[in-house]
């Protein structure tokens, strides 16, 4: 079986521990072997979170840099920053909604230009998917379903080995009761700005 | 249910690695558990905490490592399965227990994890925890993967059992944090008493005693030899001219480079999991048409010494390499790619890396570092001592918790960490040997933990410094476990003790001891500054709770604050405080009300009074 390798990256707190949750769930419902490994403790402080998750016949838990075949990052500039774990072949989803890190309030570093951050990704990789999934949470009535729009937008890619039905299982089975509904319709919007933007 | 309570054999879920360990150590039927808390094994505790609190499991949060390894080499010692978990360099704190316990065993199994935390994830060292079994002479075994680790505990006890002795179960941040499919099996039961038997010529270890244990160690020591030898986690995979000797997660990556090199029919791969004794004669046995042998494993050279050891015993000189220059490091963490190349290198394989895009033309991307949550009350007690301290030259020691994070500037309280506690012991020698003011920082479970002894060392010794208890009521940085600090009951939890800090400072002989409340910042840096004024140990208690684990509980909220037009953009806020609930906005200073906890520790620096609480609509 092929593999797959997937890296999730965002900041403390976006909720992407849960996506990979559902993913790893989806992959269960579809007997596809899967691994999966994240970053607890400091991180958990406002840092970067990031977790990788492997599909397939595999042992490994992380991923090298230059091996992710899809990288979904919940933050613009940390898109940028996980640039290191892409190749050429690599699909990019990125939340274009930016969270600028503190360092830039209290001025000891500048936030990346979103234009140029967007031409700087898809200059160096196979396909960029790139949309404000803030707005689009918003708009499915539930602020923090980011982490649902974007798996909605990962689903349409059918990069990883899952169906969209399997996935939406797992949405159903995983998430809380009283979100599930607006969950579901993030993952839609999510797929379907992904599908205009092939 | 809890749901590593299940009884459903076959089942298959998706698992943390602490889970899965937390499962097979209920499956096997551990019946008495304790730990401290410490990343990356938090989570093992924290879910034989919540088993117990709907199973007969017995569980606790043990004021450190030593005291949690002796309660459980007691229960041990009584007839009862026994857990201690900790992370790596909990074990030096209880390498005191754990040295002699060694010689006096268990009747019942014991197993000890030690996390393991290569790469620094959340740790002061990265320490291979490995050469604790060749220091006590006790058996380690090591899963190379999640669902191994749930199999392995459950032998880890069969073993402890069979030997007498405690097991060390060593894992690295990797299987901890991790997550795979894992199959339930089948649960043991819990057998939660025993009796123990009266037997002082093999209990109490005095030199007359010990010279024997310590015969009867080495005995052991050479059962575990043959258990190692024969042991299924000791196996070899594929037959072939190249040698790899690998454990832990290595395995997983040699196993994956194996398929990726195309070279399967070539190497021939020894996994080894128990390893401490090292399998002699099984190594002995492998060197058998190697060609050359590249042993892979994090941390230290444990294996690679014991194997070349092995080799000069046989006479056998096929080259052997592993922690070289140009191969594999004593550093950090490994990783796919690291280990294929190596492998590719050591054995002369073809083997072209995967073209990674150029990346010079990326800008510097703005650091995201860790920082205290917005409306910690660390931010405020640390502002309030930078205030009282002002002009003074000062010494810091800190200590290792959520504020330690208050090193990094803007705040900048923090100058010496070395352990769990010792800020309080460091601050005797800084006073002793400088003419500086010492101020020391600890939390209210880093306090119980190690910084008492310090303390008392401190008054029993005259040293003159200023101790600052950060009083948040919880165990923030591993997750808001309890300790012996807590209220329990208000947390809805009956059957536990409390303790005062301010009694046990007071009790300690401290003669200046304040306790004040951080958010009102006027009054709390007039009392530090006076603490500051005294001669000889005086002890700051700063008391509010960890707002964060206030956020979880459902507790009531303060209103966020704003800021008004009033403000002149003098940036006070800011560049004093580093909340990170503050951001600019067209060169406005703004508060994100979804982040401000309404501390309003802002709004009493700001020199306008420009920060105002949001008014209802
Ligand atoms: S978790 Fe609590 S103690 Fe830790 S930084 Fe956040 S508010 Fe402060």
Do not use: W
Request: proline letters at 5%; a negative charge.
């Amino acid at each position: 079986m092929d593999i797959t390798r997937l890296i999730i990256t965002a900041v403390g707190g976006q909720g992407n521990l849960l996506s990979s949750k559902v993913l790893g769930e989806a992959a269960l419902l579809s007997d596809i072997p899967v691994r999966m490994s994240e970053i607890h403790g400091m991180a958990q402080r406002g840092g970067v979170v990031e977790s990788a998750l492997l599909f397939g016949d595999v042992k490994s838990t992380i991923i090298s840099d230059g091996e992710a075949d899809v990288l979904v990052s919940f933050e613009p500039a940390e898109a940028l920053r996980a640039m290191n774990k892409c190749k050429s072949e690599t699909v990019v989803i990125t939340n274009l909604a930016p969270l600028p890190p503190f360092t830039v309030t209290i001025g000891s570093g500048a936030y990346p230009d979103i234009d140029k951050l967007q031409d700087l990704i898809s200059s160096k990789v196979s396909r960029l998917i790139a949309f404000d999934a803030v707005a689009l949470s918003k708009e499915a009535g539930n602020i923090m379903a980011v982490n649902m729009v974007l798996l909605g937008a990962l689903a349409q890619t059918g990069i990883l080995p899952l169906t969209v039905e399997n996935i939406k299982t797992a949405i159903k089975t995983r998430t809380k009761k009283t979100f599930v509904e607006t969950n579901l319709k993030a993952f839609d919007l999510g797929y379907s700005e992904a599908e205009k933007q092939n | 249910m809890h749901k590593l309570l299940v009884d459903n054999p076959g089942q298959k879920s998706l698992l943390l690695g602490n889970e899965a360990i937390a499962r097979g150590a209920i499956e096997a039927g551990v019946a008495f558990t304790s730990t401290y808390p410490g990343t990356p094994s938090s989570e093992i505790s924290l879910n034989f905490f919540q088993v117990s609190q709907e199973s007969d499991l017995y569980f606790e949060y043990s004021t450190n490592e030593k005291v949690a390894l002796e309660v459980a080499s007691a229960a041990a010692n009584s007839g009862v399965r026994s857990m201690c978990v900790m992370k790596h360099v909990g074990v030096n704190v209880a390498a005191d227990a754990l040295m002699t316990l060694a010689y006096v065993g268990v009747k019942k199994g014991l197993v000890i994890l030690t996390a393991d935390d290569p790469y620094m994830f959340s740790s002061q060292n990265e320490q291979d925890n490995r050469y604790y079994g060749k220091l006590s002479g006790l058996p380690i075994l090591e899963p190379s993967s999640v669902d191994e680790a749930k199999e392995m505990i459950i032998h880890a006890f069969d073993l402890s059992e069979k030997l007498q002795e405690p097991v060390i179960f060593r894992t690295t941040t990797r299987i901890n944090h991790s997550t795979a499919i894992v199959e339930y099996g089948a649960l043991k039961e819990r057998i939660t008493k025993g009796d123990f038997t009266k037997d002082p010529f093999n209990y109490v270890t005095v030199p007359a005693v010990s010279r024997r244990l310590h015969v009867k160690l080495l005995e052991n020591y050479k059962k575990s030899e043959e258990l190692t030898n024969t042991s299924e986690y000791n196996f070899i995979n594929g037959t072939g001219p190249y040698g790899i000797i690998c454990n832990g997660v290595s395995y997983g990556y040699v196993s994956d480079a194996v398929n990726d090199l195309c070279i399967k029919d070539k190497v021939k791969v020894l996994r080894i999991g128990f390893s401490h004794p090292m399998p002699k004669s099984v190594i002995r046995d492998f060197f058998n048409g190697c060609e050359k042998i590249l042993v892979i494993e994090e941390g230290e050279a444990y294996m690679e010494e014991a194997i070349k050891a092995i080799a000069q015993e046989n006479k056998i000189t096929i080259p052997i390499a592993g922690k070289t220059e140009d191969l594999l490091s004593r550093l950090y963490e490994f990783d796919p790619a690291l280990v294929r190349e190596s492998m590719a290198k050591y054995f002369n394989i073809p083997y072209k890396a995967i073209d990674k895009p150029d990346l010079t033309d990326i800008p510097e991307i703005p650091q995201r570092p860790p920082n205290l949550c917005a409306g910690c009350s660390h931010r405020a007690t640390f502002y309030a001592l930078q205030k009282a301290s002002e002009g003074m030259e000062t010494i810091i020691p800190n200590d290792i918790g959520c504020y330690t994070l208050g090193f990094m500037p803007p705040l900048s309280v923090g100058d010496f960490l070395i352990c769990m506690g010792s800020s309080t012991g460091t601050a005797g020698g800084f006073a002793q040997t400088t003419d500086k003011k010492v101020i020391s920082v600890i939390g209210d479970s880093t306090f119980f933990h190690s910084g008492i002894p310090g303390l008392i060392n401190g008054v029993f010794n005259n040293h003159n410094f200023t101790l600052v208890i950060l009083d948040n009521e919880t165990t923030a940085m591993t997750g808001h476990q309890p300790n012996p600090g807590v209220d329990m009951k208000g947390l809805n939890f009956e059957g536990y003790g409390q303790i005062s800090i301010e009694k046990v400072v007071k009790g300690l002989g401290v003669q200046h001891v304040t306790i004040i409340k951080p958010y009102k910042i006027r009054k709390s840096v007039e009392a530090i500054r006076e603490a500051l004024d005294f001669k000889g140990v005086s002890v700051i208690i700063s008391k509010e709770p960890c707002t964060l684990y206030e956020k979880s509980l459902k507790k009531k909220q303060r209103k966020p604050f704003y800021v008004s037009d009033k403000c002149k953009k003098h940036k006070d806020c800011i560049n004093d405080l580093g909340c990170p609930a503050f951001f600019i906005e067209d060169s406005n200073i703004k508060i994100d009300p979804a982040m401000c906890t309404g501390c309003a520790v802002c709004a009493q620096i700001c020199p306008e009074n420009a920060i105002m609480p949001v008014k209802d609509n």
